[in-house]
């Protein structure tokens, strides 16, 4: 949370896209990716609520 909250409260029309990207190793458990895109997700819908 502390990473997405670095970038800043969104504005209309505004955001960022939360990449995988190649920094994830092959071993990283799939339910340890799916835990952090359901983060990323979940906190995501409570900011452009709030916004």
């Known amino acids: 949370i502390a990473t997405?909250?670095?970038?800043?409260?969104?504005?209309?029309?505004?955001?960022?896209?939360?990449?995988?990207?190649?920094?994830?190793?092959?071993?990283?458990?799939?339910?340890a990716v799916s835990v952090l895109v359901e983060t990323v997700h979940s906190y995501s819908r409570s900011q452009r609520q709030a916004a």
């Open 4 to 31: 997405l909250d670095a970038y800043g409260k969104p504005t209309p029309g505004q955001g960022h896209v939360f990449n995988l990207g190649h920094g994830i190793s092959q071993f990283t458990p799939p339910e």
